[in-house]
C-alpha cells in the first residue's frame, strides 16, 4: 500500500504522527474507447469554439460561472492565499458516540499507521478510544480540500473516515411520504417482523461478491482467449537497430510455439501408439 | 527467560523474545529467523557490502502492522557502521558482518532491501533490475517465459543478467554494470526492454501501470531501478505464508523450479545455490550500446 498523506492527529496538546491509506478500493472495470475502425483509442481534443483552435494546458484557466453575468478568472496564486486552517492535520474536536452519526455522512474511509517515534501517543488514544467506545469528530484536509472527519478504532489500528458537512447532505422535505398509517394492519406487521427474523444473521461480507464485475471479467478472458485481442496499430516507427532485437524476440517465440506444438504432438502419438497396442492385445 | 545472551565473532548480543511467532501458519519464530540470516550469512552479505539498508521490520509477526526503517534508530550499538546521506539526513545501516544480520533479525526485520548503489558511486547504481511481476491470471510458465525472452533480448544486446525468485511469485533479473550510469539511465534501459517485449507480445507481457489492465500479462517494472527504490536482496525471507527466500537460480533451472519453493525452513538449500549470482558484481558491463537505441525510440 502506498500512503497517500503524511501527518499529524492533534489532539489536546499531544501531536501523533501518523500515515494514511486508503481503506478501501473501487474494483469496478473500466473501458477505453476506441475507434471501431482500426482499435486506437480515441484521444480528446480540448478545442476553443472560438479561435477554432486546440487549446494547450497552459492556455486553460479555471472560470467560475458567476450568475448569468459571466465568469470569475481564479488564477492559482489567488488559490494560495485562501485559509487552510488543518493543514496535514486531523484535528480532533468533540468525541461522541459512533450510533450517533447517521451513515449518510459518510464519504471514504483512511487506516492511520504510526509513523516511527510516534508509537506510545498512538496506542494512548486508541486504548482510551477503545476502553470509551467513543469516537473523535474532527477536521482533516486532503488534497487541499477541508472536510469533516471521524477518527475511530479498526481492529487494532486507528481509521478516518471522511464525512460531508450537513449542508452538502439534501433535503429531504420534498420527497413524497405515505400519509395514511391505517394501510399496515397489525397482522401484516408482525408477519414482516418475522420474515425479517428468519433472515437475520450475522454479518459476514465475504458473502457478497460483485456478480457483474465477475461475468464481464469472464466475458473479457473469454474473447481474449479466443484471440479477440486486438492491437492498436503502434503510433511510433522503429529504430533499424530496434526492428533487429524485435526479430530476435519475435523469432525466440516462435521457437517456443514450435517446441510446445512438437511436445504436444508427441503426447499425441504415445497416446495413439498406447490405444493400438491395447487393441493388439484385445485382438 | 525468553533472553539469550550470544557471542558472534568478537561481538556479544542480547536476543530477545526468541519465541516470538512471526510466521502463525508454519510456526517459525524470531530464533528460526536468527538462525536462517545466521546460516545464510556468508552468501547474504558480499550483497549488502557497502549497501545502505532498507529494512522491513515485523515485530508482530508477518500478520501484524510492519515498518519500513531507513533511519538507524539511536541505540543501536556504535560498532555497527552507518551512511548518513539527505536532507533531512538519514543514517543508513551498513552490513559489513555475519553480527549485524542477527542484530537486524533480532529486531524482527524480515527483509533487507539494499540500495543498487554503493556508498561509493551513490548516484550510479551498479546494477539494474528487471522486475517480472506477473498480475493475477498468469502461471508460473507465462513468467518463465518472459524470462527467457529477456535472455534473448540481454544476449542480443551483449549482456548478461543473472535471475533470482522473487519469492512471492515473479522473477528479478539483475544485470550488473559499470557504476558509471544514472539511475534514471538504467530505468530508462529496463523500460526500453519492457517496451520491446510488451511490443513483441503483447498477450502475455506488459508495461501497464494500471494494475487492473494487467490481468493475465506479466508486468515488466523499470520504475524499482529510480533512485531510493529497492528490490530485496538474494537469500532474503519474504514475509508471506510459507515464508519463501529469494534465491538465486540458473537459466536453465527456470522452468523446473516453482516460485516459493526454498524456505526459510532449509537453510542448508540456500548454501547449495549456484554461485555465478553472487559473483556477477564483477562483471561491470556496458549500456553505451543500448542507451542511443532508447532515444531512438
Not at chain 1, 197 to 207: A, R
Not at chain 1, 233 to 245: H, I, K, M, N, R
Request: charged share 25%.
Amino acid at each position: 500500500m502506498r500512503s497517500l498523506w503524511k501527518g499529524a492527529i492533534s489532539f489536546g496538546l499531544v501531536n501523533i504522527p501518523v500515515r494514511m491509506y486508503a481503506a478501501t478500493e473501487d474494483k469496478s472495470l473500466s473501458f477505453n474507447q476506441l475507434h471501431r475502425k482500426c482499435h486506437t483509442p480515441i484521444r480528446y481534443i480540448r478545442h476553443c469554439p472560438t479561435c477554432n483552435s486546440e487549446a494547450p494546458p497552459e492556455e486553460i484557466v479555471r472560470g467560475y460561472e458567476y450568475g448569468n453575468r459571466g465568469y470569475v478568472i481564479l488564477e492559482e496564486e489567488d488559490l494560495t492565499d485562501l485559509p487552510s486552517p488543518t493543514l496535514k492535520a486531523i484535528e480532533i474536536r468533540d468525541f461522541i458516540d459512533l450510533a450517533e452519526i447517521d451513515p449518510i455522512f459518510y464519504r471514504r474511509s483512511y487506516y492511520l499507521e504510526p509513523v516511527e517515534g510516534a508509537g506510545k501517543p498512538y496506542l494512548l488514544l486508541l486504548q482510551a478510544m477503545q476502553h470509551s467506545g467513543k469516537v473523535a469528530l474532527g477536521k482533516i484536509t486532503i488534497r487541499a480540500r477541508e472536510s469533516l472527519c471521524c477518527l475511530r478504532v479498526y481492529g487494532d489500528l486507528l481509521s478516518v473516515v471522511t464525512m460531508y458537512y450537513p449542508d452538502e447532505v439534501r433535503a429531504v422535505e420534498s420527497l413524497k411520504r405515505v400519509q395514511d398509517r391505517s394501510e399496515v394492519t397489525p397482522a401484516e406487521l408482525r408477519m414482516a417482523l418475522q420474515l425479517i427474523e428468519n433472515l437475520s444473521t450475522p454479518f459476514e461480507p465475504d458473502k457478497y461478491t460483485d456478480e457483474y464485475r465477475h461475468a464481464l471479467l469472464q466475458l473479457i478472458h473469454s474473447k481474449a482467449a479466443g484471440h479477440q485481442i486486438h492491437q492498436a496499430p503502434s503510433t511510433a516507427p522503429l529504430a533499424e537497430d530496434v526492428v533487429d532485437l524485435m526479430a530476435a524476440l519475435e523469432a525466440s517465440l516462435h521457437n517456443i510455439e514450435k517446441v510446445k506444438k512438437r511436445e504436444e504432438n508427441r503426447e499425441e502419438t504415445v497416446r495413439v501408439g498406447r490405444a493400438t497396442g491395447d487393441q493388439r492385445r484385445k485382438d | 527467560m525468553n533472553e539469550l545472551l550470544v557471542r558472534i565473532d568478537e561481538r556479544q548480543l542480547k536476543l530477545t523474545n526468541i519465541d516470538k511467532v512471526l510466521w502463525p501458519d508454519e510456526g517459525l519464530t524470531k530464533g528460526d529467523l536468527i538462525r536462517y540470516y545466521t546460516a545464510v550469512a556468508d552468501r547474504l552479505l558480499p550483497h549488502l557490502k557497502g549497501r545502505p539498508l532498507t529494512l522491513t521490520r515485523y515485530p508482530n509477526g508477518i500478520t501484524g502492522t510492519m515498518f519500513y526503517q531507513k533511519n538507524l534508530p539511536a541505540h543501536a550499538p556504535d560498532w555497527l557502521p552507518t551512511y548518513t546521506i539527505g536532507d533531512p539526513p538519514v543514517r543508513f545501516l551498513l552490513a559489513e558482518e555475519p553480527a549485524t544480520l542477527v542484530w537486524l533479525a533480532n529486531l524482527a526485520t524480515i527483509e533487507i532491501h539494499p540500495w543498487m548503489s554503493t556508498v561509493d558511486h551513490p548516484n550510479n547504481p551498479d546494477y539494474a533490475v528487471i522486475d517480472l511481476d506477473p498480475a493475477e491470471g498468469t502461471t508460473w510458465d507465462d513468467v518463465v517465459q518472459i524470462a527467457e525472452l529477456v535472455r534473448v533480448l540481454l544476449r542480443e544486446l551483449g549482456l548478461e543478467g543473472f535471475p533470482k525468485l522473487s519469492g512471492a511469485s515473479g522473477i528479478h533479473i539483475f544485470v550488473p554494470l559499470a557504476a558509471q550510469y544514472t539511475f534514471a539511465q538504467t530505468s530508462a534501459f529496463v523500460g526500453f526492454l519492457g517496451q520491446l517485449l510488451a511490443r513483441a507480445y503483447p498477450e502475455k507481457a506488459t508495461t501497464e501501470r494500471s494494475v487492473n489492465k494487467r490481468y493475465g500479462k506479466v508486468y515488466i517494472d523499470h520504475l524499482q531501478n529510480l533512485p531510493g527504490k529497492t528490490i530485496v536482496a538474494p537469500y532474503v525471507p519474504r514475509p508471506i505464508p510459507g515464508a519463501p527466500v529469494s534465491v538465486p537460480v540458473a537459466w536453465d533451472e527456470l522452468k523446473e523450479v516453482s516460485p516459493r519453493q526454498f524456505r526459510l525452513d532449509q537453510p542448508q538449500m540456500m548454501l547449495q545455490r549456484p554461485r555465478e549470482f553472487d559473483t556477477m558484481y564483477n562483471l561491470r558491463q556496458s549500456l553505451d550500446a543500448v542507451l542511443p537505441l532508447i532515444d531512438d525510440n
